[in-house]
């Protein structure tokens, strides 16, 4: 008697339709960028070929090997370090051409661990063995060095990687319904068309993240903003961050639990100053709601209190220094909301941190 595991006998064998003659070639492929973004592309596979035949690090999967592991090892070879496959960014599925079995490629995340070489584009890698060879490209001189297949999908996968989705491709077009990589003008026109089932209609929408924050002052109208550990920049921003919409969470009860996680100050917030929306390309546009934290005096300043790891630090900053402590689009924001309660205005319409 068969399982859908294998055997009886082995329950742990593949299945009778995974038999290498009758599946399609499963193919682990790791799309590795460092830490300014760049892409590692591996030298082509023949000495002498044309230099658009060069490769991205991958393995095909077979045995016992989960694509996961077959990376890691891929990875060792060619970064010198160990480096873990991250998420799964796209599958393509590559139809069979004459003599050839159909194909099933997975494209994962990876970030080169800091012990990787990581150099000029262009330019080889200290790293022994494959690494040797390998090179960090910017994305478009990545999508020339690859042939084309290889490009569309590496083109995907990126896409998929900026906006947190995966790409479903077929040949290495996305398919409708694809959650990232179809074009925008496609994605238009299949709507037009009433083309999408609701499902599919939903996984190709653009995606908007949403925050709340709080504009807390003191009486000298200076603003708490704090310094998060994971920030690389070392900009301060003000209290806040993502609601748990999938939690049923608003944005003001979310703007209150950031502040108590963050400073350790647990207060009702006061009206709403502001929505601020960011188009962000190519990453998900994001809508900020600001609530106005209050005034607090001398003992409440005292109880402010960080947990060192996702906040290190926190400070109250003029108006004046608000350009030099946090981002643009944070600085805009926080003048914007001291605006809106010097003047009673709000809540403010915003683009940016800047009246839309």
Excluded: C, K, N
């Amino acid at each position: 008697m068969l399982t859908t595991a294998g055997t009886v006998a082995d329950p742990d064998s593949p299945p009778p339709h995974t038999d290498a003659a009758h599946g399609p070639a499963v193919t682990a492929t790791a799309v590795v960028q460092d830490r300014a973004g760049r892409v590692l592309v591996l030298p082509p596979a023949e000495p002498g070929a044309h230099p658009a035949t060069a490769l991205l690090p991958g393995a095909a999967v077979s045995g016992r090997e989960t694509p996961d592991e077959a990376l890691a090892r891929v990875l060792r070879d060619t970064l010198g370090a160990d480096a873990a496959a991250g998420r799964l960014l796209a599958v393509d599925s590559v139809p069979p051409a004459a003599g050839t079995r159909a194909g099933l490629v997975h494209l994962y995340a990876a970030i080169a661990p800091s012990a990787a070489p990581s150099t000029a584009p262009g330019t080889r890698p200290d790293a022994g063995g494959e690494g040797a060879a390998a090179r960090w490209l910017d994305r478009d001189a990545a999508f020339a060095a690859l042939p084309g297949p290889a490009a569309r999908r590496l083109r995907a996968a990126l896409d998929a990687w900026d906006t947190g989705a995966v790409a479903h491709l077929v040949g290495g077009e996305p398919q409708p319904g694809s959650p990232a990589a179809l074009p925008a003008g496609r994605r238009a026109e299949l709507e037009h068309a009433a083309a999408l089932d609701p499902s599919s209609y939903l996984a190709v929408r653009p995606r908007v993240l949403v925050g709340a924050g709080a504009l807390v002052r003191d009486s000298a109208d200076r603003v708490l903003v704090v310094r998060a550990g994971y920030r690389d920049d070392g900009r301060w921003q003000l209290p806040g961050g993502g609601v748990d919409s999938d939690l049923g969470e608003t944005p003001r009860p979310a703007a209150r639990r950031e502040l108590r996680e963050e400073t350790g100050l647990d207060r009702p917030l006061g009206r709403l100053l502001a929505v601020d929306f960011a188009v962000r390309r190519p990453v998900p546009a994001l809508v900020v709601y600001l609530y106005d934290g209050g005034v607090l005096g001398a003992p409440e300043l005292a109880g402010v209190r960080v947990d060192g790891t996702e906040i290190v630090d926190w400070r109250l900053a003029g108006p004046d220094e608000l350009d030099d402590l946090l981002s643009p689009r944070g600085a805009a924001l926080a003048r914007a909301g001291l605006g809106a309660l010097t003047e009673g205005a709000g809540p403010l319409d915003l683009v940016a941190g800047r009246p839309a």
